[in-house]
Nanobody, 130 residues
Framework: QGPAAESGAGLVQSGKSPHLVCTVPASLTTTTCIGWIRQAPGKDREGVAAISPAGYNTYYADSARGRFVIAKDKVKNEVYLQIIKLTPEDHGMYYC???????????????????????WGQGTQVPVSA
């Protein structure tokens, strides 16, 4: 069973800061790197952020730093992604995904690094209104 991602809200206005929630199986929460990857319409998948198994280390793509916050609740087995001040460019599908146990967490941006995520949620759409 892989992660399941769900959006924290439906259509969101630009400028708001929605949270996305990923429910992770208990067996993965503290043993694997969990990442958020997004895909805008007509574009390749783009790594946004990742969090280490223990949750103490977080990693952000250069384009995401300061605009996204990733966090983990190990008790609830949830991983969150907050999008700070949504813009129309944030529109797309957002996936949470897990690497194999022992997989490094600092690489999640390039296509090869994204391919290291082996368990994926079904994705959640983030539509943005002007």
């Amino acid at each position: 069973q892989g992660p399941a991602a769900e959006s924290g809200a439906g259509l969101v206005q630009s400028g708001k800061s929605p949270h996305l929630v990923c429910t992770v199986p208990a067996s993965l929460t503290t043993t694997t790197c969990i990442g958020w990857i997004r895909q805008a319409p007509g574009k390749d998948r783009e790594g946004v952020a990742a969090i280490s198994p223990a949750g103490y280390n977080t990693y952000y793509a250069d384009s995401a730093r300061g605009r996204f916050v990733i966090a983990k609740d190990k008790v609830k087995n949830e991983v969150y992604l907050q999008i700070i001040k949504l813009t129309p460019e944030d529109h797309g599908m957002y996936y949470c995904a897990a690497k194999r146990q022992g997989g490094g967490c600092n690489g999640f941006v390039s296509p090869d690094e994204i391919a290291e995520f082996t368990t994926w949620g079904q994705g959640t759409q983030v539509p943005v209104s002007a």
